[in-house]
């Protein structure tokens, strides 16, 4: 009879390290907070990988009761500084939960954003945007063009349906749509630099209503599609790698949208 050593699956550390080799530390904003949120032992194995764009309690309690051993979300876990951990308060929760089970937790946020391959190239593959590239101060956002000029309320539909969201919220300052500036999540911090950019319309996952209002004096379009809806792709860009870095491991993509239209 054949016999077959088993080859084991990375670490949890091993596996951090190789995944920040694809999504540097370096590419994370000074303001923010991620890396390695949680983990009770390093040279742990990881055999079973949940991937989320938030740590949600549901999540965490999904992780715990279908054994798995990592955790990597978009969000961070914890993303302003704690003082106490303490049953009482939810963050602090859910990070006992997690250490009671040895369940790890990586969160990629800025970096993955920034990276190739990310939240906003991936945002930018969804549109429809060609000759693509970076822009604003820290390289985070993207714009492009599209193949045709568009109609807004045409454009805005089709990205409604593209991305899965509930509802899509548009400023028209009357323009048609060729040029296009991007920002998954909360963007409402880079309209100027979208205009600046010379884009003719702009669309995040988040944009104030002031920013919205003040679309048509500023000249620019402002397309909102949803927080969530605009970063839940990145979960398949994760996956991948983590499929590509670690094959045996099992990958499950969990839905962590807690937010509902009616």
């Not at 923010?32 to 990988?49: K, L």
């Not at 870095?245 to 509902?260: H, T, V």
Request: glycine share 6%.
């Amino acid at each position: 009879m054949l016999s077959y050593e088993r080859i084991p699956n990375m670490t949890v550390k091993q596996l951090y390290d190789k995944l920040c080799e694809q999504i540097p530390e370096s590419l994370s904003c000074d303001w923010d907070n991620d890396g390695i949120m949680c983990a009770t032992d390093g040279t742990a194995e990881v055999n079973n990988v949940l991937i989320s764009l938030d740590v949600t309690e549901e999540v965490v309690d999904y992780a715990i009761s279908r054994n798995f051993d990592l955790i990597i979300s978009h969000h961070p876990l914890i993303f302003k500084p704690i003082s106490k951990v303490t049953e009482d308060n939810h963050v602090s929760r859910k990070i006992i939960k997690l250490i009671t089970n040895n369940v790890a937790v990586f969160s990629f946020h800025t970096r993955a954003d920034k990276v190739t391959g990310g939240v906003n190239d991936l945002l930018a593959d969804y549109i429809g945007l060609v000759d693509v590239c970076s822009f604003g101060e820290d390289g985070l956002g993207r714009i492009g063009t599209l193949p045709d000029e568009r109609e807004l309320e045409n454009f805005a539909e089709d990205i409604k349906m593209q991305l899965g969201a509930d509802s899509v919220r548009y400023a028209d300052a009357y323009n048609n749509v060729k040029r296009v500036a991007l920002v998954g999540g909360d963007g409402k911090d880079y309209v100027r630099d979208a205009i600046a950019a010379g884009a003719d319309t702009y669309v995040s996952g988040r944009l104030s209503y002031n920013v919205m209002e003040e679309a048509a004096e500023m000249g620019i379009n402002l397309i909102e599609a949803g927080h969530y809806f605009t970063e839940f792709p990145v979960t398949s860009f994760f996956s991948t790698l983590v499929s590509s870095l670690d094959g045996n491991a099992y990958i499950e993509i969990a839905d962590s949208n807690m937010i509902r239209a009616v």
